[in-house]
């Protein structure tokens, strides 16, 4: 008895820990990935530089022994590639959206993925349906959002376009993602490394379909070099570098460790931190009344955390039928779900 409440008590702290780790490095990485695009205007080549660190730091890692990635095949690249374009089309949406909005603005759109994860999750995935205290949780959400985009002063009809398009690519990618990670048979490591490499790869196909590469090759072909060698925008795509690739790793690993719609929730708890940094930094920011909704939505995540590990009433407890073969977790594991393949 006491080896098995020991046992439980790891996974408890294991899963929490890369839980913690995701939502630090996703509240940073919004504020950083700002910073970074308002300093190196130039998001295809930015992603690409953060796939770049992210691959090579794992395949460089790999070889010092420090850490144990599957190889790179053709077969399982093939396998992995369609996710590997939705991860892509997720990133690039979200950099362009943080290019024409404010953070407030991609949190809330960020926010709204729960709702649509958990609809995903039981239509496609036979999850089993969200109990109504979590479904109401998810409701608050999507009400938070709404007011939020009534009070915005700040509408621009690009940067709702991207928002909208980011909401569709995020939403396709963790449920899809998710599936990719019950079933491939990769380790964390592995998933990362084929993640960032196949993006780097895709990387100058859309660079050169946005026409980026004109301006890249014309601030490079410039006697002050443009933006390359400024020093503030060095450390802030450096940064960003470092935080994706960190990004990458906890992001993976909690996907093994709770469902899709957890981990989605998950992001938008940690905002908690992103509009405070924002607030703090950044003079354009939503006003006092969007601020209030951005936080509602953020609360509504809150209740979501609380009533899928039986905090909030007595909403009843997700049932876990996936069979030993299968990495799936339910809403439940975000506590004490067994962590495979890490």
């Known amino acids: 008895m006491a080896s098995i409440r020991l046992e439980a008590s790891k996974q408890v702290y294991a899963t929490s820990s890369l839980v913690i780790g995701y939502a630090l490095c996703s509240s940073l990485l919004a504020v950083i990935n700002k910073f970074a695009i308002t300093k190196f205007n130039y998001p295809g080549l930015l992603t690409a530089l953060q796939y770049l660190t992210s691959a090579l730091g794992v395949w460089v890692l790999g070889k010092l022994g420090f850490l144990h990635h599957?190889?790179?095949?053709?077969?399982?690249a093939k396998k992995f590639l369609p996710a590997a374009l939705v991860f892509y089309l997720a990133i690039f949406t979200n950099?362009?959206?943080?290019?024409?909005?404010?953070?407030d603005t991609f949190i809330v759109f960020r926010s709204l993925t729960p709702l649509l994860v958990a609809i995903a999750d039981t239509t496609f995935r036979k999850q089993p349906c969200p109990s109504k205290m979590t479904f109401l949780s998810l409701i608050i959400i999507l009400g938070g959002a709404a007011g939020y985009v009534a009070t915005d002063n700040g509408?621009?009809?690009t940067a709702y376009s991207w928002a909208f398009a980011y909401l569709v690519?995020?939403?396709?990618?963790?449920?899809?993602?998710?599936?990719?990670?019950?079933?491939?048979?990769?380790?964390?490591?592995?998933?990362?490394f084929y993640n960032n490499?196949?993006?780097?790869?895709?990387?100058?196909?859309?660079?050169?379909l946005t026409g980026e590469y004109v301006d890249v090759f014309a601030a490079m072909a410039s006697s002050s070099g443009g933006d390359f060698f400024e020093p503030n925008a060095f450390f802030a795509v450096s940064l960003s570098c470092v935080f994706g690739l960190l990004?990458?790793?906890f992001g993976f690993a909690a996907r093994k460790a709770i469902s899709a719609t957890a981990f989605t929730v998950t992001g938008v708890v940690n905002k908690f931190l992103t509009v405070a940094i924002n607030v703090s930094i950044w003079d354009k920011h939503a006003t006092p009344l969007?601020?209030?909704?951005?936080?509602?939505?953020i609360i509504g995540g809150v209740l979501y955390q609380q009533s899928v590990t039986g905090g909030v009433g007595n909403a009843p407890k997700q049932v876990d039928n996936t069979n030993a073969n299968d990495a799936e977790t339910d809403e439940e594991k975000l506590i004490s779900g067994k962590i495979s393949g890490v």
Not at 70 to 76: G, K, Q, S
Not at 95 to 103: F, I, K, S, W, Y
Request: a neutral charge.
């Open 95 to 103: 950099t362009n959206l943080l290019r024409h909005a404010n953070v």
């Open 155 to 157: 509408f621009s009809l």
């Open 290 to 297: 969007g601020l209030l909704c951005l936080l509602l939505t």
């Open 169 to 192: 690519t995020i939403t396709t990618e963790m449920v899809y993602i998710k599936h990719m990670v019950t079933n491939l048979g990769l380790n964390t490591w592995g998933f990362v």
């Open 70 to 76: 599957d190889r790179f095949t053709v077969e399982m």
């Open 197 to 208: 490499l196949l993006s780097l790869m895709m990387a100058p196909i859309f660079w050169f």
């Open 247 to 249: 990004i990458s790793f």
